[in-house]
């Protein structure tokens, strides 16, 4: 989960940043960040190990479309 560092504000523009650390198929270790886009200070960060997929698990709709 997210460590937070700081608190912000309602209207606060956020930018998150994600950074491979390791890749090992299927395995993959985040690292994010995510800034305050006006001041540049670092707000949040949290490191995370996912499993990918082969497939989309979200349905495409642009072929309905």
Do not use: H
Not at 17 to 25: A, D
């Amino acid at each position: 989960g997210f460590n937070f560092l700081i608190a912000t504000k309602c209207g606060d523009r956020l930018v998150a940043e994600s950074i491979v650390l390791s890749e090992s198929c299927p395995l993959v270790l985040y690292d994010i960040t995510i800034n305050d886009d006006r001041t540049g200070e670092m707000v949040a960060k949290s490191q995370d190990l996912v499993y990918r997929k082969k497939e989309w698990f979200i349905p495409d709709n642009s072929a309905t479309e």
